[in-house]
């Protein structure tokens, strides 16, 4: 099993910046081959995906809101997944989600849909004022 805990969320001013993260425990992506991914929910709103990484080459893709904005990232060695954001709206203002789930080491899918993910944390508050 994976266990998820996201922190660095918080209250920030639009045009300001943020720096999600991610750790990771139990069977983590140092031993095993793990694809991974950001959704967000914001009020009143169905989750939806923000960012993912590929487990093989870690290459990075994102929904076109958020493009040239956020930046996703992972540190295998330390078992932690990020995302930076920077010229926050109000727009971005959700509830922010890690996501995981096993796959192969010859894997090159990019995961986009919430249901291709097994494993979550249980989220951390992204609020933006205008």
């Known amino acids: 099993q994976v266990q998820l805990v996201e922190s660095g969320g918080g209250l920030v001013q639009a045009g300001g910046s943020l720096r999600l993260s991610c750790a990771a425990s139990?069977?983590?992506?140092?031993?095993?081959?793990?694809?991974m991914g950001w959704f967000r929910r914001a009020p009143g709103k169905e989750r939806e995906f923000v960012a993912a990484?590929?487990?093989?080459?870690?290459?990075?893709y994102y929904t076109d809101s958020v493009k040239g904005r956020f930046t996703a990232s992972r540190d295998n060695g330390k078992n932690m997944l990020y995302l930076q954001m920077n010229s926050l709206q109000p727009d971005d203002t959700a509830v922010y989600y890690c996501?995981?789930?096993?796959?192969?080491?010859?894997?090159?899918?990019?995961?986009?849909?919430?249901?291709?993910?097994?494993?979550w944390g249980p989220g951390t508050q992204v609020t933006v004022s205008s």
């Open positions: 990484i590929r487990w093989r080459g870690g290459s990075t």
């Open positions: 139990g069977r983590t992506f140092t031993n095993y081959p793990m694809a």
């Open positions: 996501a995981a789930k096993f796959t192969a080491y010859t894997d090159t899918n990019t995961y986009t849909q919430d249901r291709d993910y097994n494993y």
